[in-house]
């Protein structure tokens, strides 16, 4: 089976630095992305991490870990527009077979 | 381009009624997924197609839904009959090599 784990919720002030970390069980676990989703909104792709280490764009930033099973997206320069849920997603089987993790509710505070 | 376009974006009906869905994917994008999103059981795939060809159905929830994608730009998600669980705001999603890029919704109301 596939799950994920992420914090339900998190806070954090503008201008601010925050992490936010995800666990997997996913088997033949392939790659793992970041989506971030506004209220009432639809889910926007951030990230895919393939292989272990950082990727950067920009202000967000997602690492991997694969022998952990373990990944972060890393917000840096927090602004308002930043509160949003944010998913990960795990990719299993090839790049299209994809688990949604529960999200992620960031509240960006002045 | 346009995006990923879905209709309608609203749709309240009654319980045992036909509830049909539909979604126009990005052009030239050979990959087409259908999602649910509740609040109880966040976001979930229901079942994705290949160029036209569907590929996992697994996570339908049961034989009340069904999907068909007759061609490259067209897809839809019926179910029948509906019931008030049924209830969430359904996501199609297109992408060509990795990159899912969501449509706007259609949230369903079944009363």
């Known amino acids: 089976g596939q799950s994920l784990e992420q914090p339900s919720e998190v806070t954090a002030v503008e201008g601010a630095i925050v992490q936010i970390n995800c666990t997997y069980q996913t088997s033949g676990f392939y790659g793992l992305s970041w989506y971030q989703q506004h209220d009432g909104g639809a889910p926007t792709f951030l990230s895919y991490n393939a292989l272990d280490g950082l990727e950067e764009t920009g202000r967000f930033s997602s690492f991997l870990s694969r022998s952990d099973s373990y990944g972060y997206l890393l917000l840096q320069e927090l602004q308002m527009k930043d509160s949003a849920s944010y998913f990960c997603?795990?990719?299993?089987?090839?790049?299209?077979?994809?688990?949604f993790g529960t999200g992620t509710k960031l509240q960006v505070i002045p | 381009d346009a995006g990923v376009i879905q209709s309608p974006r609203h749709e309240v009906t009654e319980m045992g009624q036909e509830v049909t869905l539909r979604c126009k994917p990005i052009s030239g994008h050979d990959y087409l997924f259908w999602y649910r999103q509740t609040m109880m059981r966040g976001l979930e795939l229901l079942i994705y197609f290949n160029n036209n060809v569907p590929i996992d159905d697994s996570g339908m929830p049961e034989d009340r839904f069904s999907a068909k994608m007759p061609n490259a730009s067209f897809s839809t998600l019926k179910i029948q009959p509906s019931e008030p669980r049924d209830s969430a705001v359904y996501f199609c999603?297109?992408?060509?090599?990795?990159?899912?890029?969501f449509g706007p919704g259609t949230r369903l109301t079944v009363t």
């Open positions: 999603a297109s992408s060509f090599e990795g990159e899912q890029y």
């Open positions: 997603a795990s990719y299993s089987g090839g790049y299209q077979k994809v688990t």
